[in-house]
């Protein structure tokens, strides 16, 4: 197998054999001219989860490097850096619980960070722990094979160098891939004008006063860039194939008298994180109004069930409460006759914000149930297309065509002139990033050949094949559907204590088997279809990224673990009490 030559290649330049390279290798693997071996940990990655793993590990005495492909930490936060990029987690929650006097210390600003807030904290904490000098920045991991022989992953980079370590912890977060649409490569050799993509925003200041501006995509960073863009922008074009459900976001300044309360209540709200579904405290389901840290938390959802009112009630409910109507119902997450009335809700939400019914009537998804994506929260976004220089182009009507050098066609449309474009396409979220790392595992068997028809892991840790090899909020973990910094924390402490037991046990090597991994495999399935958190985000009518629909060609399978992260944390914890049940140390 290729992946099998690959592998003699580089063990012929680490033993100094110089052995001739196969063509269709990676050309930095020829490249690669001195090596770097002996390391106990590789991580990979400097985000949250890579910043806290370098730490945590650091801590044990263990000999590590992190690898990033930015020149900067941050992870996502370094990279999406666009016009409005904004956090939908609590400003007060959306960091590390395990740094006490960083509680203390880090004054949060507003309800909802921003980026360059989230950024800025991001790199307290590195200059804090003194982290950077265990980083290789400008580095990206092109291709990593587990060396059965030597049992030690062999991981190549752009900068030439070959590393070798015992074990390799995947760290690169679940949205760090960009997805580049065919349109958007076409973009960039035909459009005589700049072209931008949200995953990927430039570092410098941009200036789009006087500018005609076209936006294609209308995901989350779509709509959280789309007000920004259009206040500066001359005109503002939205191509919008798939209408979102997004909720105000509510989003406010905090006060001295609430960051005093939050930081006398931390202990009670980070130990209300562990054990809730999402791990938030302060906020109830699709993102209700901040809690109060100083009562009881968690937030309890509104009781309400929707079937139980009347039409005049549910007119009522819209009327004195808008797009608040359809937070915090008790019924609409497994019941689609409920679902239903709150999309009616919300669609009269809309056409009460937005005066032209043409277009208020576009914004509104149809034959989609509401929650089942990621829950879209915004800072007026509707009220944007009241402004006369935006026009909204509802690509369900009519497909791009062709990107032209100044601009682009629409069937049956005139050709709209643009001076700048936006691609704001999301992610190929979850697998993508582990995928671009082209990870080799035992008999030469690679990641994407494992994963032709979807991700395969045990609790999201591990992959069966790949020893030594974890992933932090890997598929099959709850991830995406948690808020990240308590998945993450929960997972960067049990690999590093089970990288623990497998030394201190006398091992070199841990690996999950293939029953286990099976065997999650159908739980997450059966989770996604039943319970909370279930049934509407696995519907077969929703094209959500949990299930890879927004990628061509990627298989449709539901990735995350929607049980909960309390439940899940338990479940881990009874594995490692159980001898670490479903892994196999050798």
Sequence with gaps: ???????????????????????????????????????????????????????????????????????????????????????????????????????????????????????????????????????????????????????????????????????????????????????????????????????????????????????????????????????????????????????PANNHPLDKEYIRRTKENYGRIRAAERTSHAGIALVGHLGGTIHDPASELPVSNESVALLDLTPEQRA?????????????????????????????????????????????????????????????????????????????????????ERITKTGLSIAGQPHFDLDVLVFATGFDALTGPLLALNPTGRHGQTLKEKWAAGPKTYLGLQTAGFPNMFTITGPGSPSVLSNMIVSIEQHVEWISQCIKHTRESGHTVVEATQDAEEAWVTEVNEVSKSGIGGMIIAHPSCASWYLGANIPGKPRVFMPYAGGLGKYRGICEEVVKDGYRGFVFK
């Design 316 to 400: 009522e409910r819209t009327q004195r409460l808008g797009f608040e109507a359809v937070r915090n119902l008790s019924d609409t997450r497994w019941d689609m006759e409920a679902n239903r009335l709150a999309c009616d809700m919300f669609r009269e939400a809309v056409h009460r914000v937005v005066k032209d019914p043409v277009v208020a009537e576009a914004l509104v998804p149809t034959n989609t149930p509401l929650g089942c994506k990621r829950q879209v929260i915004d800072t007026n976004y509707y009220e944007t297309f009241n402004r006369p220089n935006v026009k909204l182009v509802d690509l369900r009507k009519g497909k791009i």
């Design 1 to 247: 197998m290729a992946a099998n030559r690959r592998l003699e290649a580089l063990r012929g330049q680490l033993d100094g054999g110089g052995a001739q390279q196969p063509s269709h290798a990676h050309e930095d693997i020829g490249r690669a001219v001195r090596d770097e071996s002996g390391f106990e940990v590789l991580i990979i990655g400097a985000g949250f989860s890579g910043m806290l793993a370098c730490h945590t590990l650091r801590k044990q005495g263990l000999h590590i490097r992190v690898l990033e492909s930015g020149s900067g930490v941050g992870g996502t936060w370094y990279w999406n850096r666009y016009p409005g990029a904004r956090c939908d987690v609590p400003s007060v929650e959306y960091s590390y619980s395990c740094f006490p006097e960083l509680e203390e210390e880090f004054v949060w600003t507003e309800c909802m960070a921003a980026q360059p807030e989230i950024e800025r904290y991001a790199n307290v904490v590195a200059d804090k722990f003194d982290l950077r000098r265990d980083i290789d920045f400008d580095t990206t991991v092109t291709s990593m094979a587990f060396d059965e022989k030597t049992e030690k992953w062999v991981v190549t980079a752009s900068d030439g160098v070959i590393r070798t370590a015992q074990f390799v912890i995947t760290a690169v977060g679940c949205l760090s891939k960009p997805s580049e649409p065919a349109l958007y490569h076409e973009a960039l050799a035909t459009f005589n004008g700049p072209v931008y993509l949200t995953g990927r925003w430039p570092h410098t200041p941009l200036d789009f006063s006087g500018k005609r501006v076209g936006v294609v995509g209308t995901g989350s960073s779509g709509i959280q860039a789309i007000p920004i863009l259009a206040a500066e922008a001359a005109e503002l074009t939205v191509f919008q194939r798939t209408p979102q459900y997004t909720i």
